[in-house]
């Protein structure tokens, strides 16, 4: 049974700010727990390697339940993935079934450009694995390209967190672009629900999330997929 990589930023505040992000928190706890439910392992992987930060606004009871913080207090989960998450360069893609990119608003600053990741994903979708993502994680996809040279997300449907979600987390100011926008200009169809409600969608290996909500229905739809 191959693995499923993990994406998590290394983001710790908002450029130009003393304003803390980094990752939310449960769009990795609750995907993790779904899949290491089924069996699978996972590993975490990082742009930079190393210490991953948690946005502190994920940790208030009202995103974060009892299983969030089960998975959080783990010593494997702050050891390997808020401690010393992997380089890219430490990952061979023949070894993962799907990759799935977790977000926060720090994801924004560190995922669409990054090479190496991207060259990670390019490698598990050729191989016949998913690509997946929640929220802001979508941003990992957009700059994913085709054995063509072409936006993998070009005319393909998925979701990610909305302009009016966006709006609603008061950082609409914070941000340098809407993952919805810059989705649609790379020629996806961006499809969406009510703002913060669970919804996740696949086309073929693309498995994506709307929000913060939607991390434990990306993993079920995933498991689905493996299973």
């Given at each position: 049974m191959k693995k499923i990589l993990i994406v998590l930023t290394n983001v710790n505040k908002f450029p130009t700010t003393h304003e803390a992000t980094g990752l939310w928190l449960a769009e990795a706890t609750e995907f993790v727990s779904e899949v290491q439910k089924a069996g699978y392992q996972v590993d975490y992987v990082s742009p930079l390697g190393g210490y991953v930060p948690i946005d502190p606004r994920s940790l208030k009871s009202f995103y974060a339940d009892s299983e969030t913080f089960e998975v959080y207090s783990s010593v494997d989960f702050q050891r390997r993935a808020?401690?010393?998450?992997?380089?890219?360069?430490?990952?061979?893609?023949?070894?993962?079934?799907a990759i799935?990119?977790?977000?926060?608003?720090?994801?924004?600053?560190?995922?669409?450009?990054?090479?190496?990741l991207q060259n990670i994903a390019e490698k598990i979708y050729q191989s016949g694995g998913y690509v997946t993502s929640v929220c802001h994680g979508v941003c990992g996809l957009l700059n994913l390209k085709t054995s063509n040279d072409e936006f993998l997300i070009a005319h393909r449907t998925l979701t990610g967190f909305t302009q009016l979600e966006e709006l609603l987390s008061g950082k609409n100011k914070r941000v340098p672009f809407g993952t919805e926008r810059e989705s649609k200009k790379r020629g996806a169809h961006f499809v969406k629900k009510r703002p913060f409600a669970s919804f996740a969608v696949q086309d073929g290996q693309l498995i994506t999330g709307q929000n913060p909500m939607s991390g434990r229905a990306v993993a079920k739809l995933l498991l689905k997929n493996l299973e």
């Open positions: 808020l401690s010393h998450s992997l380089h890219p360069d430490q990952i061979k893609p023949e070894q993962y079934a799935y990119y977790t977000g926060g608003h720090g994801v924004i600053f560190d995922f669409p450009d990054n090479q190496e």
